[in-house]
């Protein structure tokens, strides 16, 4: 499966944005969806995974209650809103597929090219 990120830019402190994933392929509910974010400097990690149907999701405590992952598996896209944003939620965000619900950044098979999230203070 190929994913494609999108929805990144430049936001103040507080502000939001919404993340899109959009997958190519007719197994995308076949997958485990993930967000993963880099930071300058620092290792990649785990931001919020939702299972094959949607029903399950997961999030790391620095971002619950801010952000909401979600799915549509019609359209084969995975989205992440993000409300209240942070200066420390700077980073490269990716998206990535796993067929088993992990939230381990090397248990996922599929990575998208990633996306920039830029919040001012």
């Known amino acids: 499966v190929q994913l494609q990120a999108s929805g990144g830019g430049l936001v103040q402190a507080g502000g939001s944005l919404r993340l899109s994933c959009a997958a190519s392929?007719?197994?995308?509910?076949?997958?485990?969806m993930g967000w993963f974010r880099q930071a300058p400097g620092k290792e990649r990690e785990f931001v919020a995974a939702?299972?094959?149907?949607?029903?399950?999701?997961s999030y790391a405590g620095s971002v619950k209650g801010r952000f909401t992952i979600s799915r549509d598996n019609a359209k084969n896209t995975v989205y992440l809103q993000m409300n209240g944003l942070k200066p420390e939620d700077t980073a490269v965000y990716y998206c990535?597929?796993?067929?088993?619900?992990?939230?381990?950044?090397?248990?996922?098979?599929?990575w998208g090219q990633g996306t920039q999230v830029t919040v001012s203070s």
């Open positions: 939702i299972s094959w149907g949607g029903g399950s999701t």
């Open positions: 392929g007719r197994t995308f509910s076949s997958y485990v």
């Open positions: 990535a597929a796993s067929t088993r619900w992990e939230t381990i950044s090397t248990m996922y098979t599929y």
